[in-house]
């Protein structure tokens, strides 16, 4: 058994649901979105989003230490809600403030809380670590773009909505998986590997000679 996935069982079950909702629902709708709703209107809607999302990473960048992203941050989403009309166009990028992705999970860790999490699939949801997920239910009961939506049912309409332009985003990649020997093999790997380039910035460790089976 993989010591990073001790529920692989649950997680396949779970991975064929999600997998089976894809097809059925998930590729449909994204289908539409992808096709018919205009290009620019698109990526006016993510880039949005990830503004929203702007001062959690500022927050995370700030509590691991790293000051100057964490002031980065604070211009990007200051030029990019301002000059870039609530975020729906991306001026603070070509301007050279790359967005860099900072959450409590990723936090956690530098703070040597949480060293080992396992990865987890949930339903609809996705891929997670325990790490990440426990993150972002942190993360989310103190974002404070959720403080500007005070109705349940319009702050239910917003959460729906953000995730279904991340999910539309991830849907050609969804597809992709269908080509591996094992899809399920394939997206753990390449999950656990994104969620490690995050937390050590793209430069994760080179592994150990001693980590290998040469035998």
């Given at each position: 058994?993989?010591?990073?996935?001790?529920?692989?069982?649950?997680?396949?079950?779970?991975?064929?649901?999600?997998?089976?909702?894809?097809?059925?629902?998930?590729?449909?709708?994204?289908?539409?979105?992808?096709?018919?709703?205009?290009?620019?209107?698109?990526?006016?809607?993510?880039?949005?989003?990830?503004?929203?999302?702007?001062?959690?990473?500022?927050?995370?960048?700030?509590?691991?230490?790293?000051?100057?992203?964490?002031?980065?941050?604070?211009?990007?989403?200051?030029l990019n809600s301002t000059l870039g009309l609530l975020g729906l166009l991306d001026i603070a990028t070509p301007a050279g403030l790359e967005?860099?992705?900072?959450?409590?999970?990723?936090?956690?860790?530098?703070?040597?809380?949480?060293?080992?999490?396992?990865?987890?699939?949930?339903?609809?949801?996705?891929?997670?670590?325990?790490?990440?997920?426990?993150?972002?239910?942190?993360?989310?009961?103190?974002?404070?773009?959720?403080?500007?939506?005070?109705?349940?049912?319009?702050?239910?309409?917003?959460?729906?909505?953000?995730?279904?332009?991340?999910?539309?985003?991830?849907?050609?990649?969804?597809?992709?998986?269908?080509?591996?020997?094992?899809?399920?093999?394939?997206?753990?790997?390449?999950?656990?590997?994104?969620?490690?380039?995050?937390?050590?910035?793209?430069?994760?460790?080179?592994?150990?000679?001693?980590?290998?089976?040469?035998?």
């Amino acid at each position: 058994m993989n010591s990073k996935d001790p529920f692989e069982s649950y997680n396949r079950e779970m991975f064929a649901f999600n997998m089976a909702f894809h097809n059925s629902i998930g590729k449909p709708a994204t289908d539409a979105y992808l096709n018919y709703v205009p290009t620019p209107a698109q990526t006016g809607l993510s880039n949005f989003f990830s503004n929203l999302g702007m001062p959690l990473n500022i927050a995370n960048s700030l509590l691991q230490g790293k000051v100057q992203q964490g002031l980065e941050g604070f211009m990007r989403f200051s030029l990019n809600s301002t000059l870039g009309l609530l975020g729906l166009l991306d001026i603070a990028t070509p301007a050279g403030l790359e967005l860099k992705k900072e959450d409590l999970g990723q936090t956690l860790y530098v703070w040597g809380l949480w060293d080992e999490a396992s990865f987890v699939m949930l339903p609809i949801l996705g891929p997670y670590t325990t790490r990440s997920l426990f993150g972002d239910i942190g993360d989310s009961s103190y974002d404070p773009a959720y403080d500007l939506i005070h109705e349940d049912f319009n702050r239910n309409s917003f959460v729906i909505t953000k995730g279904f332009i991340s999910y539309a985003k991830a849907a050609p990649l969804i597809e992709s998986l269908k080509s591996q020997p094992d899809p399920y093999i394939f997206m753990r790997e390449s999950y656990l590997q994104y969620r490690t380039n995050l937390i050590y910035d793209g430069n994760p460790p080179q592994p150990k000679l001693d980590d290998f089976n040469f035998e």
